[in-house]
């Protein structure tokens, strides 16, 4: 099991920025580095160097690549395509190229690997003759539940006649699933396991170096959270298993909980029975409690009750009227409630904070507790001021 740097070429960490805007593919558009400029490959070569001064022995580079979905629609590169013979596959393969060359002849005991989506439509001839096979390895990306096996396998048949010495398979163990999932269902990247497995056992035997379980944080640099890690620690513990032993079982469900110290493991819903006792256990059990009931609470209190409908609708709030009577139906479980999510949050808050850095617990809480939680408070305070 190891970890190795990934600089991704969905560079948006970088281009959002006004001093390297310049460097964009597209004026507009965050997400692609223009191939032609020689700051830009002064760029790369700053970041590759920053990474790999923080990581001593490493073997491999992950380089990105993938998904550069406006790569050659800059005006450089629609110039550079005009001429005989240069296609968007080619141009991408150059820039592929020049970034594995970068890595090569600085750290030549390192091995870069890149994303393998923007090689996947390209003819094996193409590729061969690009050089690329010799100078980094693909990683092959997928994460669904029911990838497509027979799909993958000549997938990689095609790679290795193309002259790649290796490939690498990519899963997840979280994210994939939703752009704002909160809550990790295992038993999804479960069988994206056990279906890598099976491309495995149908490729040849010599050809896989290695696979890497991705677990995303985010689906984008602008995107909302998607699953906290400490919430996918079981999930994570799951696929490990899975990848570890071959396969699936009983025991390997025991060994598991055993593991992460809980009595019984769900991995068909987001509910367990027991809460565990891995580092981060409680985050995922406040997390679960916050995602089932919070909004559901609230809402069955503001909307499903027929003194609050009927009563203190907007209309008597903004006038602060309500009958005396028919406050006491209702304000105090609107207050009982208020103090119980409010206890909850502060113990979910303390806990997220001893993991994460102040800017990630406060976006987390603003996407996923404060929309209730306000609506709840504005009740209580208008009832107090009516």
């Not at 740097?5 to 593919?25: D, N």
């Not at 998904?67 to 991408?92: A, I, M």
């Not at 469900?253 to 068909?268: A, H, I, P, Q, W």
Request: proline share 4%.
């Amino acid at each position: 099991l190891r970890l190795f740097p990934k600089l991704s070429f969905l560079l948006q960490f970088v281009l959002k920025h006004k001093e390297f805007a310049h460097l964009r593919e597209v004026k507009v558009f965050p997400n692609a580095l223009n191939p032609h400029k020689e700051e830009s490959r002064a760029l790369i070569k700053a970041m590759i160097d920053q990474v790999m001064a923080l990581h001593e022995d490493l073997k491999w580079f992950h380089i990105g690549c993938d998904e550069v979905y406006y790569l050659g629609e800059g005006e450089e590169s629609k110039q550079w395509l005009q001429q005989q013979d240069n296609t968007p596959e080619k141009l991408c393969l150059s820039h592929i190229k020049a970034v594995a060359s970068c890595v090569a002849s600085s750290y030549p005991a390192v091995t870069p690997i890149v994303w393998d989506d923007m090689l996947r439509g390209i003819s094996e001839e193409t590729l061969a003759e690009s050089g690329v096979p010799k100078l980094v390895q693909p990683m092959i990306w997928d994460y669904a539940a029911d990838l497509d096996v027979e799909g993958k396998v000549h997938l990689v048949e095609k790679y290795r006649r193309c002259g790649f010495s290796k490939v690498w398979f990519a899963s997840a163990f979280k994210g994939a699933t939703g752009v704002n999932q909160s809550l990790t269902l295992i038993g999804h990247h479960l069988k994206n396991h056990l279906q890598w497995l099976e491309v495995a056992s149908n490729s040849p035997a010599d050809v896989l170096e290695g696979i890497a379980l991705t677990g995303w944080q985010r689906y984008d640099h602008f995107s909302v959270l998607c699953e906290l890690l400490p919430v996918a620690i079981p999930s994570l513990a799951v696929c490990l298993q899975v990848l570890k032993n071959g396969g699936y079982s009983d025991k390997i469900k025991e060994n598991v909980e055993k593991l992460l110290g809980m009595s019984n493991l769900e991995t068909d819903t987001f509910m367990s029975a027991s809460l565990g006792t891995f580092p981060g256990s409680n985050i995922l059990a406040l997390v679960t409690q916050v995602s089932f009931y919070l909004k559901s609470s609230v809402d069955e209190l503001l909307e499903g009750n027929r003194y609050v409908t009927g009563w203190f609708s907007p209309y008597h709030r903004k006038r602060k009227i309500i009958h005396p009577i028919i406050m006491h139906h209702f304000q105090p479980d609107a207050v009982s409630l208020l103090s119980k999510w409010n206890a909850v949050v502060q113990d979910l808050q303390a806990a997220m904070e001893q993991v994460f850095h102040k800017s990630t617990v406060e976006e987390w809480m603003e996407e996923n507790v404060q929309p209730s939680l306000q609506k709840l408070q504005q009740v209580v305070d208008d009832l107090d001021k009516a």
